[in-house]
């Protein structure tokens, strides 16, 4: 199948873009295990760059007590 669009056409994406929300409650228990390690190797007073995700706002949150 191909998808036409103006000025072209374009094979159809493989990808599937899962909404925010179920992404978030997928798998809980393990991106809140993940953000606790990870949030532990973080000295305070540290800069961080953080990217978007479900993880790495779990990141963010465990990141919450650090001074």
Request: no cysteine; charged share 20%.
């Amino acid at each position: 199948m191909i998808l036409r669009h103006h000025g072209g056409a374009a094979l159809p994406s493989s990808s599937v873009n899962t909404p925010w929300h179920d992404r978030k409650a997928t798998q809980t228990e393990e991106k809140e295990r993940i953000a606790r390690k990870v949030a532990a190797q973080i000295p305070n007073g540290s800069t961080l760059f953080i990217d978007i995700g479900t993880t790495p706002e779990a990141v963010a949150h465990a990141l919450l007590g650090h001074s």
